[in-house]
Structure formats: C-alpha cells, structure tokens
C-alpha cells in the first residue's frame, strides 16, 4: 500500500512538472494569461506529489514495511527513532527523493514570490527551466532509482538498519538536509541565469530577482559543510575534520564558485561589468552540484561517503552533459549581444580585489576538481593508477588561501573607482601595523612556521580593518543622531545590511583561517597503555583509566572505557570513548570522546579494548583550536542572516540607497571635524 | 621621504624581516618530523583516502612502525617512497610524483592562476589607456551641493 | 563565428566533452581493480621471520629449496572461512609432497583466538603469528586473504588478492616448479 502511494506521489509530481513546462511553454508561446495560470498551478501539483512520496516513505520507515527494499536495507526494528526518520535519506534513492522534495519547495517558492510577475517572459522562461529540471529528477527516480521498488522475493522479517556510521550521531538528522538546502537552492540563480540569456534580458534584473535566494542556499550550504565536518570529527573518530576526500571536495566546489559569485554579483551590479562571467560561474555552480552528485553516486572514484549505484551514473553524466551543453550554446548564441561597456578605473580598488577574488576562487575551485578527478584522467591516459590526497590539496590550497585572506582584509577599506594613497593610509595603516606586530608575536611566542606566522597575521590585520570600518560607521552615526554606541550600532548595521552581514561573515572566515592554521601547527598524538585504575600524563593532561562499560543496545555492541582527565589539578570530567561493532560489519567503529577547550581539544579514542589482563590502549591527542571552525560558522550563518534582513530607510533621505561611498565620506568628514 | 612614505616603509620593513626570520633555514628535520611528514604522504591501503598518519588501522599502525625504522637507518625520502611504491603501486602515494603525467595535477592550477592574472593585467591597462572620462564644472558643483545637502540633513 | 566569446564557450565545450569522455569510461569500473595481482610478482620475495604456533621461529631463508605457498589470514575474516575448505582439500591432497611448505601467517588478531580456531578447525599445516603485521606489510598485501606462490630460489612467482582455489594453487605451483 505505502509503496503504491510512494509511487503515486513520484508519478503526480513528474505530471506536474512535465505539464508545468507544457502550460508555461503555451504561455509563453502564444502569449496567453490563462496558459500561465495553468503553469502555476502545475508547480502546485508537483509539489504535492514531492510530499506524498515523502510521506508515503516515512510512513513507511516508521512502520518497519519490508516490502520496500529501500526500506528493508536501511532499517531495522531496533533502529532508534530518529534515524527511522532520518533513514529517509540514508542512501541513495531516499536521498534523491528529498533532493526532488526540496527542489519541489524551491520551484514553488519562486511560482509564490513571482505571482504578480507570472506574464514576465523572464520569470516564465524561469520557471521552465526549473521545471524541466524537476523533470529529470522525477523521470531518474521513477525509471532508474525507485525508492519504492519492492523486495524480490519474501519479505524479510527484520531489515539489515542503516549503516553504523549513519546512525552513531543526531548530526545525521541536520548534515544532509542543509547540504540539499543549499545544493538544490543553486537551481534557482541557474534558472533565471538560462531565462535572462533565452529572453536576452540579462542586465542586472535577473541578478535582483535572485540575489536572496542565492545567498540563503549559500548559507545552508556553507552550514551543511561545516556540520559534515563536526560529523567526521565527533562521529568519524579518526581525528580530523576535512580529509579531502573526493564527496567532501564534491561540496566544496559548488560553495567556491558561488561564493566568487556572491562578490562579483556586486560588480554587475554597480558598473554593469562581467555579464559574462556571472553568467558562467552560476550555470558552472549548478553544474558543480549535479557534478558532485554523479561522484558521490556513481562510485567513480572512491570514497567514504559514496552510495553507488551503476545505472545511476549513465542518466547523471548525460543530464550533466545537456546543462552543461546548453548554457555553452546559449552563451555562444548571445555572444554579440554580452558586452557591457564598463570599465574598472583603477588596479587599486574594490572592483580590482573583487576580480582577483574571483580569480583565487576559481582557481581553488579548479585545484580541488582537478585533483578530485586527475585519478581518473591519469588512468584514462597512462592505464596506470595514482593517488591525489592531502598533501597535494593542502599544497595547493594554501598560498592561494593566503593571498584571499589578504585580499578579504583590504578589500572592504578600498573604495569604489580608485583609492588614493590618503584613503589608504587612513584605512589600512593601522590595522597593517597590527597584523605584522602579530607575525612579529606569533614567531617570538608560538612557531616559525611561514604559513602560520602568515596566516595569523593576516587574520589580525583583516579583523583589525573590520573594526575599524565598523567603528568609525557607528561613531558618525551616533554623533549624527546623538545617541549611544548601543543604537548607533544596530542602526548602522540595519542602514546597510549587506555590508556589514558581509564584515560579519568575513570575521566567521578569519576565525576559521585561525583554527586551521593553527591545527597544521599546533598540537600532538600520544597512545598509552593503561591497566584499570592507573593514569599516566601526557603534554600535561593527567589521564586516569576509571572503568569499562559493555553495552548491548539493539544491533550495536559497545565498549566503552571511562576515563577521567585532570589538568593542573583541576578535574575537567570524565570521558568515554568506545568501540562499537555491528553485525553485519567487521571492523569496529570508533566513537571518540572530545573535552572541548576554548584553545585546544583534548581528543580521546579507544584503540584497542581491554585484552586479557584488563589493559587498553587509548590515544590521547591534543587538537588546537578545533572549537574555532564551529564558531567561525556559526558567525557565518549569523552574518548571513543579517546579510538577508530587509534595508531600513534612512529617516531622512528615504530615497538613498545605502552606499558604502557616501557613508565613508561622510564618516571620514564628521571624523576630520572633530578637534584632534 | 615624506612621513607617510616612511610609514608605509616602516611597515615593509617589519614584513619582510619577520618573514626572513621564518624562511631562515633551521637545522636537520628531527627524525620524528621526518617520518611524520612522510606517513601523511603514504596512503593506508585499508581505507578510502587516509594517510598512514591518520589512521588507526593495523595496516596504517604496522606501516608507521616500518617507516620509522627505514628514518632511523637513514634510508632517504626517495628510497623509502620507492620502496612502499614497489610493493603496492602508485597509488600508495598521495602526493603525485612529478615525473610522468603527475606533472600535470601540480602545473595546471599554476598554469592557469598565471593566465588568468595575466588577462585581468592586460584588461586593466586595456582600460587604463582609454580616456577618462574629465569632469565638467556642472558636475563639481552638483556633488559639492548635494555633499553639503546631506552633512546638512545628518546634523540637524 | 566572429566574435571571440563564441570561441571560448567552444574551447570550453571541448574540454567539458572531453571531461565527460573520461567520466563515462570510467563508470562501473572497480576503483579497486590495481589491487588484482601482486606488484612484487617476479621480484624476490621479502625476508620473514614469524613465530608458528610452537614458539618456532620460521624464516623465509629457511625454506629456500622447496615451492612455498604462503596464505595470509584470520579468524575474524569471512572470505578467510570462505577458502578454508579449498584450502584444506588441496593440502591433503599434497602434504606428502616434501617440495611444497605451506604457511598460513595470521595478522590483526589475538592469539588465543587463532590457537582455538586452528584447534577445532584442525588445521594440519603450519601457522604462525605476523606481529605487528610486519611481514604482510613487507608483502605489500591490501587485506586478507591473500595467498603468494614462492618458487625454490626465493622469487614470489604468483599471487592471488582474494580467496583462492585449488585449481589457482596447482598454477601457482606449476609455475613455480617451472613445469
């Protein structure tokens, strides 16, 4: 019954779709009003069917069906609750079934917020566009990856559960769901990008209608990455939390050509420059995220997270091909009608360190693919088969991260058009004199690491231009409207969100910077052997092997150790990390178990459990500043969220859009009037 | 030179000296350092895309003990690639070598960023020789009245 | 064509075909498929000393005159149980053969295990203990099982990276014998 509903849904959604494209094509086509309201209410359709299917799927899990082979291989009747449900995106088909619910969403969001637009012949190319993607998501689901296919044969008593890693961590509930948030949201700019070359309006409207959503699906898609990180690093147990393997480089590639997207957006926007280039990067972005898709499940290349499928690979790769093709054909068609007659003034100024923003972008979103697919170019090639891994990318990626750290701390001080030596003098100075008295105390206190002592200097010298920005905004402000620093803050901010949403999500990246230049320097990894009762000390942390835990819960065996930690005689708790093991699974699964410090992690693994004489082995490693890269995410999404809220007017001149130029000016005047 | 010259020389100056400080050759890579560095080169055949330093496999364990042994005989980098090479293949090595077409995945990238920092040189001075665009009188006045305009609304 | 940007998105394309090209050739094929045969076939098998179950020390050099097949294993390990059977059936059928010396080397597991494992499973040949997997690692072996073919001058002239057969064992003893 549910597999017949589940069914049902898929097939009412892809009559939507399809019947979407079909009744916005007539509008467009024969220009009629009644067409486009079919049209919408198609996408309605469609979205009904997304919910069914997924409705039909939980209730499916929740009811333990084992008529569902999707359900009988990732779930069983001791799986707890919450993976129950979470279970519907545990592999491969219930995750493209929530890729195709969430795109549904997405569609139906821009039928809602176009409404009044719907006769637009750029909101309705849009909108088929978006539709016809539905389309291939619907077909590749109901011919190729079925969720709702049928055990062959008896139905088993029990399922086999979701994989232990799946499973280990309420992080499972979060991590893919925001990942698809911000994957899916890319369709939208990718639409309107196709709409505006088809209708041939691609000044700066499309940019408008899309600028929000952009920048909310990047925002769940930078959150979705940096949870995936916490999941390698709490659940994962091996003690890092980026292991450049190809489905987490597949993430990133997206989030790179968007984020380049997201600052020269604001190029177009002001001088009317790089149609071209914005054009590209958001149909390459779209493309990156149906590329990302194809490597994690068509098992290609190797790697921890891949869910593979053979027959998957073939209908991802052609589906890429024709995105791909048509954006490359419509470019070309339109080729004449591109150019834009803007001009950047002056190699020193903000529309100068936007490009080379998008350059270093660029250029690390190509060192990543390339070194995520050169395993297979080479083999195609030479027949023979080498490894790209860590080393390469953390090479590679670094200067390149370094010169964008520099450029995100002088960038927001550069004015537009041409900075004069004066400007520069009174913006960055200071904040450059900072930055390299904190090299000068890095190498004294800390390490002579050149990329360190670098990276740290730079991430001062940033933070230090921010505040300075941000401080002499508030203090005109609140000479202008005498009132406390408190208001003149939250009105300068609400004056111009954009901005200063922005200087927020450039501190949540310095804070990662930190984190990672500081993980590449700082810390150590230690085992010890420990009889029950006894302790040893390492680097300072005082480890006393307390006891052992066995437990049985469901399909999962685990042993547990506690262990308590002092440091400098005080207590900071007691901490279990353990062993599981899973019946249909040889190796043991490490659950590490992590004191969380402001500056340094204190990681604990069970290595070995206790053999015949009660002794374990436990690694002891010390991880600096892990908590950062949380932080410096969680600022991320904070800045974001500011980024988004609406412009409040100015009181006075309500017709002024916030400029960044004029608020300087007349920060920098009200600043020269004050008596010395 | 004048004071601000000397302000942003001084600057140079601190920049390139803390710099040199951390560029300064030190002594020997300590025997510990070295077969680090060369356990994150290694792969661990029994996982995805682990280095033999991240990974607590047996295999991962046995392969750390191996090359710290074959450090503390003095075998170089190169032997010590080589020999794990021998017995497991290219692929055991994360880091591609640059003989062969392994050359490619390290001078693409830089290839490109050089292209690509070299076209937007050239479209700057492209843009810099076309003329400037001078402004007329008109056009002064206009922003020295709406300037004055808008010091004037912020005070009151 | 005229206008250059026609050219680029061309140029582009091109790559992207070529791209795909390489995508789509390599779809269904086992990333894992390097790890069929052995690297070190036909090179002189690595020096070993492991320690058989009696407290033996058995050295590779020790063996040298006689055709040795040498299975890397465990308890713990289900293609291990797997080949057990081919295993035993092909040794009885050539225990009285004094050229040939099988090996059974254990890794990545405990001892009390392996001793009762080899008790109730009767195995007849000789095992012995790779501490440290030291010798599996000199092997250049991936996991287990796998078995190795060592010809009476020390070179390692077969291999097979999974479970194994008694017909593959005649091969590797045929090639091994130079018959």
Not at chain 1, 31 to 43: I, K, L, N, P, Q
Not at chain 1, 601 to 612: G, H, R
Not at chain 2, 88 to 98: C, E, I, W, Y
């Amino acid at each position: 019954m549910r597999a017949q509903v589940g069914v049902l849904g898929l097939i009412i959604g892809l009559v939507g779709a399809v019947s979407g494209v079909v009744f916005l094509g007539l509008g467009i086509r024969f220009r009629e009003h009644v067409h486009v309201v079919w049209g919408r209410r198609a996408v309605f359709v469609m979205l009904g069917g997304a919910v069914l299917a997924v409705i039909a799927m939980e209730w499916a899990l929740l009811t333990h069906d084992y008529t569902i082979k999707y359900v009988a291989e990732n779930n069983a009747r001791a799986t707890p609750l919450l993976f129950t449900v979470t279970g519907l995106w545990a592999a491969l088909q219930g995750s493209i079934l929530l890729w195709a619910l969430i795109l549904s969403g997405y569609i139906t969001f821009m039928a809602v917020r176009f409404r009044k637009r719907l006769d637009d012949r750029l909101v309705q190319w849009a909108l088929v566009v978006a539709l016809s993607v539905a389309v291939f998501f619907f077909l590749f689901m109901i011919i190729a990856a079925n969720p709702f296919k049928l055990v062959s044969g008896a139905t088993p008593a029990d399922g086999t559960g979701p994989n232990p890693l799946l499973q280990n961590h309420p992080l499972m509930a979060f991590h893919p769901p925001m990942l698809y948030l911000g994957f899916v949201g890319m369709t939208v700019p990718f639409a309107f990008a196709m709409a505006a070359l088809i209708t041939g309006r691609f000044g700066e409207g499309w940019l408008e209608d899309t600028r929000r959503t952009t920048l909310i699906a990047w925002g769940f898609l930078t959150v979705g990455i940096i949870l995936g990180a916490w999941w390698s690093y709490e659940v994962l147990g091996w003690g890092g939390y980026w292991g450049w393997d190809p489905v987490e480089n597949a993430s990133l590639l997206p989030w790179l050509t968007a984020t380049a997207f997201i600052h020269s957006v604001i190029v177009q926007e002001r001088r009317g420059m790089l149609r071209v280039w914005n054009l590209s990067l958001v149909i390459a972005t779209f493309c990156l995220t149906i590329l990302g898709t194809f490597l994690t499940r068509s098992g290609v290349i190797n790697s921890v997270h891949a869910f593979t499928e053979s027959s998957i690979g073939p209908w991802l790769l052609t589906f890429l091909g024709i995105c791909a093709g048509a954006g490359l054909a419509l470019i070309a068609w339109r080729a004449d009608e591109l150019h834009a007659p803007g001009r950047i003034d002056s190699p020193i100024s903000r529309e100068s360190a936007f490009l080379a923003n998008n350059l270093l972008f660029t250029g690390l979103a190509f060192i990543i693919l390339l070194g995520t697919v050169f395993p297979l170019i080479a083999e195609a090639l030479t027949g023979n088969q080498l490894s790209v891994g860590g080393p390469y990318f953390d090479r590679m990626t670094t200067p390149v991260g370094l010169v964008l750290l520099f450029i995100m701390a002088a960038a927001p001080a550069l004015p537009w058009r041409a900075a004069s030596g004066d400007v520069l003098r009174r913006r960055l100075l200071v904040p450059a004199y900072i930055g390299a008295s904190v090299m000068l105390l890095t190498i004294v206190l800390w390490t002579r690491d050149v990329e360190t002592v670098i990276a740290f200097g730079l991430a001062a010298f940033a933070f230090s231009a921010i505040v300075r920005e941000t401080w002499v905004a508030v203090r005109s402000r609140r000479r202008a409207d005498s009132t406390n620093s408190v208001l003149a803050l939250r009105r300068t901010v609400a004056g111009n969100p954009r901005r200063y949403g922005g200087l927020v999500v450039h501190t949540g990246v310095l804070c990662i910077a930190v984190a990672l230049a500081a993980a590449g320097s700082f810390g150590s990894k230690h085992e010890v052997q420990l009889d029950h009762g006894k302790s040893a000390t390492v680097d300072g942390y005082h480890v006393t092997f307390k006891g052992v835990h066995s437990e049985r819960s469901g399909q999962k065996a685990t042993v547990s150790v506690e262990l308590g930690i002092h440091k400098g005689g005080r207590s900071l708790g007691t901490y279990a990390p353990a062993l599981s093991t899973y019946p249909n699974s040889a190796t043991a699964i490490a659950t590490p178990s992590v004191h969380t410090g402001l500056f340094e992690d204190l990681y604990l693994t069970l290595v070995s459990s206790p053999n015949q004489r009660g002794r374990v082995t436990v690694g002891v490693a010390r991880n600096s500043m892990t908590l950062w890269i949380w932080l410096g995410g969680a600022i991320m999404a904070i800045g974001t969220a500011i980024a988004l809220t609406p412009t409040k007017r100015r009181r006075r001149s309500p017709d002024l859009e916030p400029d960044d130029d004029v608020d300087d000016e007349l920060a920098e005047m009200a600043e020269s009037e004050v008596p010395a | 030179m004048s004071r601000r010259a000397w302000a942003w020389f001084g600057l140079g100056v601190l920049v390139v000296g803390v710099l040199a400080v951390a560029l300064w050759p030190r002594g020997h890579e300590s025997t510990a350092a070295r077969a680090h560095r060369l356990e994150t080169e290694i792969k661990c055949v029994d996982c995805e895309s682990l280095s033999v330093a991240d990974s607590e496999t047996d295999t991962a364990r046995a392969a750390r003990a191996d090359i710290l042994e074959r450090v503390r005989h003095g075998e170089s980098d190169a032997t010590i690639r080589q020999a794990y090479v021998d017995r497991f293949g290219q692929s055991v090595l994360l880091k591609p070598a640059t003989n062969g077409i392994g050359l490619l995945v390290w001078a693409l990238p830089v290839g490109l960023l050089i292209v690509g920092a070299g076209g937007i040189v050239l479209a700057l001075r492209r843009w810099q020789r076309q003329p400037r665009m001078k402004a007329t009188e008109a056009d002064e006045e206009l922003v020295e009245r709406t300037r004055a305009e808008l010091t004037k609304g912020r005070k009151t | 064509m005229k206008h250059p940007l026609r050219w680029v998105a061309l140029g582009v394309a091109i790559i992207v075909a070529a791209f795909a090209v390489v995508l789509a050739a390599n779809v269904g094929k086992d990333p894992n498929a390097d790890a069929r045969t052995s690297k070190l076939t036909g090179k002189p098998a690595p020096a070993f000393t492991v320690e058989a179950l009696n407290g033996e020390q058995i050295s590779l050099a020790s063996l040298r005159g006689k055709t040795v097949i040498v299975n890397f294993w465990n308890t713990w390990c289900l293609p291990c149980q797997n080949e057990l059977p081919a295993l035993q059936s092909w040794y009885a059928a050539h225990r009285s053969d004094p050229s040939i010396v099988m090996l059974g080397i254990v890794r990545d597991d405990t001892d009390a295990a392996v001793r009762d494992y080899v008790k109730t499973q009767k195995i007849p040949w000789t095992v012995a203990f790779d501490r440290g997997s030291k010798t599996a690692l000199d092997f250049g072996t991936r996991g287990q099982p796998e078995t190795y073919a060592i010809s009476p001058d020390g070179v390692i002239v077969g291999s097979i990276l999974s479970e194994v057969t008694p017909s593959i064992l005649d091969q590797m003893v045929a090639v091994a014998q130079g018959t």
